[in-house]
């Protein structure tokens, strides 16, 4: 009964690379949430995603970040030309449904760091 | 926009004190509100989640208020443990996006 799965769990870019994040969300959840720690900061939305669907981007940066959950396989959190204030630890929740009176379900995150 | 206070940022005490852990938010038009505890270099696990129309959950040695219409919440630990030292943080949810706050670490001395 596997929690939400992300990896990798350390993640060591140089600066203008890319950075994939992947999450697999709890078995049955169809909805996915991505947000950002960055040092010494709170956790910060970025995207809420269904299957194949982006619901609300309002928290991506306009630039270099994307994100897709495909029919198939798990969300993908895409940092493209990485830079040094992309380092951060990068959550991945699920939920069954909307998260009105659900629980989010978080993995263990990703640390990416930028060199 | 929604904003999210927790206070205080650092607590230290002896081991089975009770402790009380405050949030605040700005704007009372939420669904729920979930309160999070982090371990260092762990995700979040979910310790209680509030809905709108409930005034209070408990879990164990745990106890989450919630008074909507002066943006308030606390978490109640009772019979701390060291094995309660960690980070907790809430979260209000305004409809499929969460606000957390900055959390409260937690330090309980044996």
């Known amino acids: 009964n596997a929690g939400v799965m992300q990896n990798p769990r350390h993640l060591v870019r140089r600066r203008g690379q890319e950075a994939r994040l992947r999450c697999s969300p709890m078995?049955?959840?169809?909805?996915v949430y991505w947000y950002r720690q960055l040092p010494e900061e709170g956790l910060k939305f970025m995207v809420y995603l269904q299957k194949e669907n982006i619901i609300d981007e309002s928290g991506m940066p306009k630039e270099r970040f994307s994100a897709e959950f495909p029919k198939e396989g798990p969300s993908i959190l895409r940092i493209q030309q990485v830079v040094r204030g992309d380092s951060a630890a990068y959550f991945c929740?699920?939920?069954?449904?909307?998260?009105?009176?659900?629980?989010?379900?978080f993995g263990d995150g990703t640390r990416l760091s930028i060199l | 926009k929604q904003e999210v206070t927790q206070i205080p940022a650092a607590l230290s005490v002896p081991e089975g004190e009770n402790l009380v852990l405050n949030c605040s938010f700005t704007d009372s038009a939420i669904y729920n509100l979930q309160w999070f505890r982090q371990d260092p270099g762990k995700g979040l696990t979910s310790l209680l989640l509030?809905?709108?129309?409930?005034r209070e959950q408990t879990s164990g040695r745990l106890n989450a208020s919630l008074d909507k219409s002066s943006g308030r919440s606390t978490l109640y630990i009772a019979a701390s443990q060291p094995g309660d030292s960690a980070t907790y943080l809430c979260?209000?949810?305004?409809?499929?996006?969460?606000?957390f706050g900055t959390g409260t670490s937690l330090t309980v001395i044996p």
């Open positions: 929740a699920s939920s069954p449904i909307d998260s009105l009176n659900q629980p989010q379900h």
């Open positions: 979260a209000v949810d305004r409809g499929n996006q969460f606000y």
């Open positions: 509030i809905q709108s129309s409930q």
């Open positions: 078995k049955g959840h169809s909805h």
